[in-house]
């Protein structure tokens, strides 16, 4: 009897049920249940994410989800940001593109993060897929406007094309002119990362006039404040827009023409761009500002008083990106004006300067954290921290999922009490108990790492640098954060005892980045030999790590799970360590 | 709390079954330097920096830190000397047979085909495009400018940055005049 429930739902009806789980983390699940299940799961799952591209091949991805339709790929590892990660480590999305062009003609999308993307991708991609529909490029780079005109001509289902802040070899702003007049399925187009003064203006209206479904578009630099009125009319549908360059010599006519063209948009709720910025335009927004959801400010070099005034007509303010020319006074008005504010990001004006530019310190944190009760996400770059505003923060806002704390001068004490930040952050770990990523920074010692092992067990992802006194604080974190999955750390006296000791954790997490610590060649090669499904990198740009006592430490290390085994597309500077022979499929 | 690990129940171990873990001296290699050596440096180092009168020690910056991304770097570089530099760059600009002279701020503008834009703009004419060669050949007027020397020069020659600390006061010529320019 029970046998025969089990074949009584048709394959059709399951898949038709599985159809409604979206998530992957459910779908996963799904696929544990029993072999027909994963079987009838697999032939339907459309969306793959693969969060680190060397820890699976393509072939395996194909060989298991036949049927796919949009795939998205993480490549190098975050500190790339930073400068940490030399050129030519990898993240090379050819060779994905190029087994996917045989064995998914019907993929729809794809979207990249920190991957390196040739010219001959785009056109690979260009040709193979023909109901191509979303391309979005997440601080990738390798490409220029070259590859980006073979995707504009040939994608006729094009929908997305959002570039944001991929570095692209900008040759000719000429590119947009390859979007055939026939293509009119643009929803969203982000060129904000285009560095050049050149841009096919005229191809440009007539893209979007003809896109009536364009929610989403940033414009460049080269986009003048006169010619945003123009767009804005042919598009007023927008949702979504960035603005390019914002300043010019105020004139009335231009004024009212662009305040005209803004009010016409009944829809927009989020801004972005504002590269230079003269401030005697940004009234030009004030009737959009009630429905302003997302503001990006965050290249705008304009000054407090003129930012209060700005953020003041927007109550419904969910989201500010802003610099610290925005000071503690900016911040309070901020505090009072917007109870909608989730996420706060407050970029430094003069990151490299010796002496505070701007007065803002951790008032204006400690400010919002009180009056916007839905903070949930926070980034934020200062020069003076205390213990009592951490804890202070930790108790307004219990609810915080993302805190992101960047004191600009390494090891900076409190500066009321002189002593290390570890009750502050503690206080953090411990009332956030949702709290998923932290980045620490400031004077501290392993005790901080105590309290980061004993109350993070939601945290997912977690930042050091010149933080901690030795290995008990890598520990503790290895072995109290049950949800970590990546863990960066940089300029801190970590070694080889706490790595050693919590291999098996390397297992349970997408990745580990240590630099400049103290781990030694021999630990590395140790544990590249015990555990096969770790690769373990050694990155060493000066000379091969085998050149010294097995006893130094080593100055990049990359460790992260697979299923692929090594990679062979390392550059000559990235070892791989342990020599089991592995058999790729 | 321990303030042991105890390790020999799970560890993964350098040196032989059995021995134990052997004395490990940490090499510091020659070529790399210490957190504390490159802040140490900052007061010695000879940058720009030191040259001002209230100059406090230069920072010799540490490789990504503080973690801002390049991008947003490069976009900020620029910047930072316009803002410091004070508010606005006016200069006065002359139209061969205009009644009066206007005022424009420079530092508005990042590019040569901007600062024409507006040109343009303010006074309705048209100025076209440059080259090397033929400088603004093919219009009847072309954009010169007195620079600290005092000798009139044709706009769009010199790099940018060049040009707007070099630029005193602009003329936009006319006719016969300026269409020689092109020809020298």
Redesign the interface.
């Known amino acids: 009897m029970q046998k025969k429930m089990a074949y009584s739902f048709p394959d059709e009806v399951l898949e038709q049920v599985f159809s409604f789980i979206q998530s992957d983390k459910d779908r996963n699940a799904v696929s544990l249940v029993c072999k027909s299940w994963d079987e009838i799961e697999r032939w339907c799952r459309r969306k793959v994410f693969i969060g680190n591209c060397y820890a699976v091949s393509p072939r395996m991805v194909i060989r298991r989800f036949p049927e796919v339709r949009s795939i998205k790929l993480k490549g190098k590892p975050h500190?790339a940001?930073?400068?940490?990660v030399p050129d030519g480590w990898g993240g090379y999305v050819l060779p994905w593109i190029a087994e996917m062009a045989g064995a998914y003609p019907w993929l729809e999308e794809i979207r990249l993060k920190r991957m390196v993307v040739t010219d001959e991708s785009l056109e690979l991609i260009a040709k193979s897929f023909k109901n191509f529909k979303v391309l979005v490029l997440f601080?990738c780079e390798g490409f220029s406007t070259d590859g980006l005109a073979a995707i504009a001509a040939s994608c006729k289902n094009l929908r997305e094309l959002d570039l944001r802040?991929s570095?692209v070899d900008d040759l000719s702003g000429h590119w947009l002119a390859h979007f055939p007049e026939t293509c009119t399925s643009l929803v969203s187009l982000n060129i904000s990362?285009l560095r050049s003064?050149?841009v096919s203006f005229s191809a440009l209206e007539r893209l979007v006039g003809r896109c009536p479904n364009l929610r989403s578009l940033r414009l460049n630099?080269a986009v003048?404040l006169?010619k945003i009125a123009n767009i804005l009319r042919r598009a007023p549908q927008l949702v979504d827009f960035g603005t390019g360059?914002y300043?010019?010599?105020l004139?009335p006519d231009v004024f009212s023409n662009l305040a005209g063209a803004f009010s016409s948009c009944k829809e927009l709720k989020s801004l972005s761009g504002f590269?230079?910025v003269?401030p005697a335009y940004l009234p030009a927004l004030y009737s959009i500002c009630p429905r302003l959801t997302s503001l990006n400010l965050?290249?705008a070099?304009i000054q407090s008083p003129d930012l209060i005034k700005l953020v003041s007509h927007c109550p419904r303010l969910q989201r500010l990106l802003v610099l610290d020319y925005v000071e503690d006074s900016g911040l309070e008005e901020l505090a009072s004006s917007c109870k909608d504010l989730q996420e706060l990001r407050v970029?430094?004006?003069?990151?490299?300067?010796?002496?505070p530019n701007v007065s803002l310190t951790e008032q204006g944190l400690v400010a919002v954290s009180l009056g916007c009760p839905k903070l949930r996400s926070v980034l934020y770059?200062c020069r003076r921290m205390s213990n009592a505003a951490l804890v202070t923060i930790a108790q307004n806002r219990p609810n915080l999922t993302r805190f992101r704390l960047?004191i600009?001068e390494?090891k900076t004490p409190d500066y009321l009490t002189l002593e290390p930040l570890d009750v502050g952050f503690g206080a953090i770990v411990e009332h956030c108990k949702d709290l998923r990523r932290l980045?620490l920074s400031g004077l501290l010692t392993d005790h901080v790492f105590?309290y980061i092992g004993t109350y993070g067990k939601k945290l997912e992802m977690l930042?050091v640098?010149?933080a901690g006194d030795s290995?008990?604080g890598l520990?503790h974190v290895l072995s109290g954060c049950e949800s970590l999955r990546k863990l960066e750390i940089?300029?801190c006296p970590f070694g080889?005892?706490?790595l050693?000791?919590n291999?098996?954790k390397l297992e349970t997490m997408r990745s580990l980045w240590m630099s400049?610590c103290?781990v030694?060649f021999?630990?590395c090669k140790?544990?590249g030999q015990?555990m096969p499904k770790l690769n373990v990198e050694v990155i060493d740009e000066?000379e091969p790590p085998d050149s010294?006592?097995e006893?130094?430490?080593v100055?990049k290390l990359y460790i992260y799970r697979s299923v692929a085994g090594p990679r062979f597309d390392m550059p000559p500077f990235v070892w791989t360590m342990g020599e089991a022979v592995r058999i790729l499929h | 709390m321990e303030n042991d690990l105890n390790l020999k129940a799970t560890e993964l171990r350098l040196g032989l079954p059995g021995s134990d873990e052997p004395e490990r001296q940490m090499i510091p290699r020659p070529n790399k330097r210490t957190l504390s050596d490159i802040v140490s440096e900052g007061s010695t180092s000879t940058t720009e920096e030191d040259h001002q009168d209230t100059a406090p020690p230069a920072k010799v910056q540490i490789v990504g830190w503080p973690p801002v991304r390049s991008y947003r770097k490069n976009c900020l570089q620029g910047k930072k000397d316009e803002v410091e530099g004070g508010t606005g760059m006016y200069v006065k600009v002359s139209v061969d047979g205009a009644p009066y002279l206007r005022k424009i701020d420079l530092k508005v503008y990042r590019s040569y085909p901007q600062l024409l834009l507006a040109l343009e703009n303010m006074f309705k004419l048209t100025i076209g495009a440059y080259s090397e060669r033929e400088g603004y050949n093919g219009s009847d007027y072309a954009p010169t400018y007195e620079d600290r020397d005092g000798d009139w020069m044709l706009v769009g020659d010199v790099p940018w940055e060049m040009f707007i600390s070099s630029c005193k006061r602009l003329r936009i010529m006319k006719g016969s005049e300026a269409r020689g320019l092109g020809c020298v």
């Open positions: 500190f940001d930073f400068n940490l601080s802040e570095e990362c003064d050149e630099r003048t006169d360059y300043a010019a010599e004139q590269w230079d003269v965050s290249y070099t970029f430094p004006s003069d990151p490299f300067g010796a002496e770059f960047c600009i390494p980045s105590e930042s640098a010149f290995d008990l520990h940089r300029d080889d005892k706490a050693l000791a291999a098996a400049s103290a030694s021999g630990a140790l544990l015990k000066t010294r006592p006893s130094c430490p100055d």
